[in-house]
Protein backbone atom coordinates (compact mmCIF):
# COMPACT_ATOMS: atom_id res chain seq x y z
CA UNK A 1 0.00 0.00 0.00
CA UNK A 2 1.73 3.61 -0.84
CA UNK A 3 0.08 7.11 -0.01
CA UNK A 4 1.13 10.47 -1.87
CA UNK A 5 1.02 13.75 -0.37
CA UNK A 6 1.04 16.72 -2.39
CA UNK A 7 2.33 19.91 0.05
CA UNK A 8 1.08 23.18 -0.06
CA UNK A 9 3.75 25.08 1.05
CA UNK A 10 3.61 27.89 3.75
CA UNK A 11 6.68 29.62 4.89
CA UNK A 12 6.42 30.35 8.31
CA UNK A 13 9.70 30.37 9.82
CA UNK A 14 12.43 32.34 11.75
CA UNK A 15 15.37 34.48 9.79
CA UNK A 16 17.83 32.02 10.12
CA UNK A 17 15.70 29.28 8.35
CA UNK A 18 14.85 31.87 5.79
CA UNK A 19 17.96 32.13 5.10
CA UNK A 20 19.33 28.74 5.15
CA UNK A 21 16.30 28.11 2.51
CA UNK A 22 17.19 30.98 0.40
CA UNK A 23 21.07 30.31 0.03
CA UNK A 24 20.61 26.90 -0.34
CA UNK A 25 18.48 27.21 -3.42
CA UNK A 26 19.61 30.54 -5.37
CA UNK A 27 23.11 28.65 -5.82
CA UNK A 28 21.50 26.21 -7.77
CA UNK A 29 19.89 28.78 -10.12
CA UNK A 30 23.57 30.52 -10.62
CA UNK A 31 22.82 33.55 -7.92
CA UNK A 32 26.06 34.45 -5.17
CA UNK A 33 25.77 36.10 -2.06
CA UNK A 34 26.33 39.94 -2.47
CA UNK A 35 28.22 41.04 0.94
CA UNK A 36 26.96 44.67 0.68
CA UNK A 37 23.60 46.40 0.51
CA UNK A 38 21.86 47.60 -2.43
CA UNK A 39 23.39 51.21 -3.23
CA UNK A 40 21.99 54.07 -5.30
CA UNK A 41 24.76 55.88 -7.10
CA UNK A 42 22.71 59.57 -8.54
CA UNK A 43 25.61 59.66 -11.42
CA UNK A 44 24.32 56.08 -12.73
CA UNK A 45 21.18 55.67 -14.55
CA UNK A 46 19.32 53.34 -12.32
CA UNK A 47 18.02 49.92 -12.97
CA UNK A 48 14.67 48.63 -13.93
CA UNK A 49 13.12 47.31 -10.06
CA UNK A 50 10.42 45.49 -9.10
CA UNK A 51 8.98 44.14 -5.52
CA UNK A 52 7.22 40.66 -5.42
CA UNK A 53 5.06 39.58 -2.38
CA UNK A 54 5.61 36.11 -1.32
CA UNK A 55 2.26 34.83 -1.03
CA UNK A 56 1.40 32.29 2.74
CA UNK A 57 4.89 33.33 4.16
CA UNK A 58 6.00 34.69 7.27
CA UNK A 59 8.77 35.25 9.44
CA UNK A 60 8.65 35.22 13.15
CA UNK A 61 8.87 38.07 14.16
CA UNK A 62 10.60 37.81 17.65
CA UNK A 63 13.35 36.15 15.63
CA UNK A 64 14.27 39.13 13.30
CA UNK A 65 13.59 42.90 12.58
CA UNK A 66 12.44 44.28 9.32
CA UNK A 67 15.97 45.37 8.40
CA UNK A 68 17.55 42.13 7.59
CA UNK A 69 18.50 41.20 4.09
CA UNK A 70 20.01 38.49 1.92
CA UNK A 71 21.49 40.09 -1.41
CA UNK A 72 22.36 37.61 -4.11
CA UNK A 73 23.34 38.64 -7.72
CA UNK A 74 23.13 37.25 -11.37
CA UNK A 75 24.81 38.18 -14.81
CA UNK A 76 23.79 41.54 -13.38
CA UNK A 77 20.41 41.04 -11.96
CA UNK A 78 20.47 41.44 -8.07
CA UNK A 79 17.64 39.79 -5.83
CA UNK A 80 17.02 41.29 -2.34
CA UNK A 81 15.09 39.26 0.24
CA UNK A 82 13.83 40.81 3.09
CA UNK A 83 10.67 40.73 5.94
CA UNK A 84 8.03 43.42 5.12
CA UNK A 85 6.60 45.47 8.20
CA UNK A 86 3.76 42.98 8.14
CA UNK A 87 5.99 40.54 8.63
CA UNK A 88 5.91 38.44 5.42
CA UNK A 89 8.63 37.58 2.45
CA UNK A 90 9.54 40.05 0.37
CA UNK A 91 11.57 39.79 -2.75
CA UNK A 92 13.18 42.97 -4.58
CA UNK A 93 14.55 42.25 -7.96
CA UNK A 94 16.80 44.99 -9.90
CA UNK A 95 18.58 44.77 -13.07
CA UNK A 96 19.66 47.23 -16.01
CA UNK A 97 18.83 46.30 -19.30
CA UNK A 98 15.93 44.12 -17.92
CA UNK A 99 12.23 44.66 -18.36
CA UNK A 100 9.68 44.36 -15.04
CA UNK A 101 8.50 41.40 -16.41
CA UNK A 102 11.81 39.73 -17.09
CA UNK A 103 12.36 40.48 -13.83
CA UNK A 104 9.31 39.06 -12.44
CA UNK A 105 9.83 35.91 -14.18
CA UNK A 106 13.27 35.38 -12.83
CA UNK A 107 11.72 35.90 -9.77
CA UNK A 108 9.27 33.77 -9.85
CA UNK A 109 11.49 31.20 -10.60
CA UNK A 110 13.87 32.04 -7.41
CA UNK A 111 10.51 32.20 -5.26
CA UNK A 112 9.65 28.81 -6.41
CA UNK A 113 12.94 27.09 -5.84
CA UNK A 114 13.80 29.13 -2.11
CA UNK A 115 10.14 27.99 -1.43
CA UNK A 116 10.74 24.17 -2.94
CA UNK A 117 14.25 23.95 -0.61
CA UNK A 118 12.42 25.44 2.72
CA UNK A 119 9.63 22.99 1.95
CA UNK A 120 12.01 19.90 1.44
CA UNK A 121 13.99 20.42 4.42
CA UNK A 122 11.21 20.77 6.41
CA UNK A 123 9.62 17.45 5.33
CA UNK A 124 12.67 15.91 6.07
CA UNK A 125 12.99 17.39 9.45
CA UNK A 126 9.67 16.44 10.43
CA UNK A 127 9.68 12.98 9.17
CA UNK A 128 13.08 12.31 10.91
CA UNK A 129 11.77 13.51 13.94
CA UNK A 130 8.63 11.33 13.66
CA UNK A 131 11.48 8.44 13.37
CA UNK A 132 10.24 8.02 9.58
CA UNK A 133 12.84 6.40 7.68
CA UNK A 134 13.10 7.93 4.04
CA UNK A 135 13.37 4.85 1.51
CA UNK A 136 14.40 6.76 -1.18
CA UNK A 137 14.65 10.32 -2.83
CA UNK A 138 14.12 11.39 -6.66
CA UNK A 139 14.23 14.38 -8.56
CA UNK A 140 12.37 14.19 -11.80
CA UNK A 141 13.78 16.85 -14.79
CA UNK A 142 10.59 19.18 -14.01
CA UNK A 143 12.41 19.46 -10.37
CA UNK A 144 9.77 17.36 -8.96
CA UNK A 145 10.84 15.89 -5.68
CA UNK A 146 9.64 12.25 -4.88
CA UNK A 147 10.24 10.90 -1.42
CA UNK A 148 9.87 7.70 -0.35
CA UNK A 149 9.20 7.11 3.21
CA UNK A 150 9.21 3.26 4.98
CA UNK A 151 5.08 4.14 7.37
CA UNK A 152 5.51 0.88 9.89
Same mark, same amino acid.
Given at each position: ??????????????????????????????????????????????????????????????????? $? &? =??? *??? !?????????? +????? #????????????? $? &? =??? *??? !?????????? +????? #??????????????????????????
Amino acid at each position: MSTVLVITPLIIANWSVISAAVLGAVGTLGFTAVAEALHDDLHETRPTRTEIDIEDSEILEAAAGTD $Q &Q =IVV *ERD !GVRAVFSRDA +RGALR #LCMEGKGHSKSQL $Q &Q =IGE *ELI !GRVTQQYVYH +RVVTE #LQEKNKVIVSEEVSADRTVKIRVRNW
